[in-house]
C-alpha cells in the first residue's frame, strides 16, 4: 500500500474502525540469528507467507504503521499499544490525538531486535566496539528481555526520534515486548514504534481488542486482535542511568525479582501510588496524570480492613437506588443469594507455559510460538438483587482471583465490563502489594484509579 493511498484514507477516518484477527503461527518462518553473547534476539528473520489472510493483514497494518499518521493498535503481552513511527512527529501526533493524551507524557518505543535498538540509539562516527546500550542494562536484557520491562536511555545527539516521543526529556524507554504478533508487526514495518497503551486517556487499559475499539472507535483505522492479553498490567519502567538503579513504575516484573540480577541488588522504589502534581515533567509514563479510571466512581478497599462489606454497607454507599460493581480478588465472598445471570464480561487469557527465566532451554522465539495456544477464561458479571429497608438495589458481583497473576489479567477488563453496567459505583476488594510479583502493580493502578480508598466500607 503507498503513502498516498494510506493518506487518503486517513482524511476519511470516522468511519467505524476495524479489527484484523491475525494468528502469528500462520505467518511464516521464524528464525533467530543471535549471536553466542547471550543476549536474546540480537537479530532474526520473519519469511512471511503473504499468501495466507493473516499474512496479508499484518502486511497491511505493518504498512499503515510505517507510512500513515493514523496510529495502529496492537496486542503486547501486557496490554494493547497504540502505534505509530516513533520517528516521524505527525505519526506520534497522531497518538495524542486519538487518545487525547496530554502532550508532557511521554511515550515508549517498541523494538524487535537488539539491532534495531542500536541503530536508534548509536552516536554518529562513534566507535563500533562501543555497545550504545549502557552495560548497567546487558543482565537485565539477558534476563527480561523479551519481556514486559522497560528500560531509561539516553536520546543520543542528532535523535532519530521525533520530539514529540520524549515530551521534552533527555531520555527514553525502550522496550522489546514478549508478542510474537508484535514482534512481527514492528520487524515487518521496520521502524521503531512509539505505543502508550490503546485506550483513551484515563480510561482502563485495554487487553483486548474489543476494549481498543470501545474508546477509540472512529479514532483510529486498524486494530491488529491477537486474542487477550497475558499479563494485563503494563511493563516495569526502570532507571539504571542513576545509581541506585530505580523503578519508575511497577509492572510485570517485580521489584524482588529485579534485585536478583547483578548490578541491580540496591534497586529502589522510585514512584509513588498517587500520581505527580504540578509542572514537574514525568521520568515515565504513568507518573503524572490520574489513569485506568473507568466512569463510575471507584472505590478501594485496601487488603489490610479485611471486612467484606454488608448489604447494609452497600446501600449505604448508593443511597435510595442504583446499582454497584463489586470486584472480589482472593478473600472475599460472592454476594447474596440473588438472581444470577452469569452475563460473560469477557476473556482472558490464560497460559500453561514456563515462565520467562525458569529454566527453559528454547529460544524466545521458539518459547514465543510455543505460548501462542491461549487458554481464555471467561469472566462473569454476576446480577444479584438485594432488598434492604424494603428498596431492592442490584449489585454486579465479579471474580478475578484467586491468584495474583488472575488478578491482573482480568482487572481493567473487570473495570471495562462494569461500566457497561452502567453502575453508580465500584467496589474492589485490594490485594496485599506486598506479595511481591506484579501484586504492587496491581495496587498502583488500583490506587490512581480510586476516588475514595478505604480501610472498611
Known amino acids: 500500500m503507498g503513502s498516498d493511498h494510506i493518506t487518503a ?93 496530554p502532550s508532557d507524557n511521554p511515550l515508549i518505543v517498541h523494538i524487535a531486535s537488539l539491532k534495531q535498538l542500536r541503530r536508534l540509539i548509536s552516536v554518529p562516527n562513534s566507535s563500533a566496539d562501543i555497545d550504545p546500550i549502557p552495560q548497567i542494562y546487558h543482565p537485565l536484557i539477558r534476563r527480561f528481555w523479551p519481556g514486559p520491562i522497560t528500560i531509561i536511555l539516553p536520546v543520543p545527539e542528532d535523535s532519530k526520534l521525533a520530539p514529540e516521543v520524549t515530551a521534552g526529556l533527555r531520555t527514553f524507554g525502550a522496550r522489546m515486548p514478549r508478542d510474537l504478533l508484535a514482534l512481527a508487526l514492528i520487524k515487518t514495518a521496520d521502524v521503531p514504534v512509539a505505543a502508550p497503551s490503546a485506550n483513551a486517556s484515563t480510561k482502563p487499559s485495554p487487553t483486548a481488542a474489543e476494549h481498543v475499539r470501545y474508546d477509540l472507535d472512529g479514532r483510529i483505522e486498524w486494530i491488529v486482535d491477537g486474542g487477550p492479553c497475558d499479563v494485563g498490567v503494563e511493563s516495569t519502567v526502570v532507571d539504571g542511568l542513576n545509581s541506585p538503579p530505580a523503578v519508575l513504575r511497577p509492572g510485570g516484573i517485580g521489584i524482588d525479582l529485579i534485585r536478583t540480577v547483578p548490578g541491580w541488588e540496591d534497586t529502589v522504589v522510585g514512584y509513588h501510588d498517587v500520581s505527580m502534581k504540578g509542572d514537574a515533567a514525568p521520568r515515565a509514563p504513568g507518573m503524572k496524570y490520574r489513569h485506568y479510571s473507568p466512569k463510575a466512581p471507584v472505590m478501594l478497599v485496601e487488603a489490610t480492613g479485611g471486612k467484606q462489606p454488608s448489604s447494609s454497607d452497600l446501600a449505604r454507599r448508593l443511597g435510595s437506588s442504583g446499582s454497584v460493581g463489586l470486584v472480589r480478588t482472593k478473600r472475599w465472598k460472592r454476594m447474596g443469594d440473588g438472581a444470577a445471570k452469569g452475563e460473560v464480561a469477557g476473556e482472558v487469557a490464560s497460559l500453561e507455559s514456563t515462565p520467562k527465566g525458569a529454566g527453559t532451554s528454547a529460544s524466545p522465539l521458539e518459547a514465543m510460538l510455543q505460548e501462542t495456544s491461549r487458554h481464555k477464561k471467561q469472566l462473569h458479571a454476576e446480577e444479584v ?55 504492587a502493580a496491581v495496587m498502583n493502578r488500583l490506587r490512581k484509579a480510586a476516588e475514595v480508598k478505604l480501610e472498611q466500607l
Open 9 to 101: 484514507a486517513a482524511m476519511a477516518i470516522g468511519t467505524r474502525t476495524q479489527i484484523l484477527p491475525i494468528d502469528p503461527t500462520k505467518l511464516g518462518h521464524f528464525s533467530d540469528r543471535s549471536t553466542e553473547s547471550g543476549m536474546p534476539l540480537e537479530d532474526w528473520d520473519l519469511t512471511l507467507d503473504g499468501t495466507t489472510q493473516d499474512g496479508k493483514d499484518l502486511q497491511l497494518a505493518a504498512s499503515n504503521l510505517k507510512h500513515s499518521d493514523i496510529p495502529v493498535a496492537f496486542p503486547t503481552e501486557t496490554v494493547y499499544g497504540l502505534g505509530a513511527d516513533a520517528t516521524r512527529s505527525a505519526a506520534v501526533k497522531g497518538i495524542y490525538k486519538a487518545k487525547q493524551r
Open 385 to 439: 438483587i438485594i432488598g434492604h429497608g424494603g428498596k431492592p438495589f442490584t449489585v454486579w458481583d465479579m471474580c478475578i482471583g484467586p491468584d495474583t497473576a488472575s488478578v491482573a489479567r482480568g482487572l481493567f477488563s473487570a473495570l471495562r465490563e462494569l461500566d457497561r453496567k452502567d453502575v453508580d459505583a465500584i467496589i474492589v476488594e485490594g490485594i496485599d502489594d506486598e506479595e511481591g510479583d506484579i501484586a
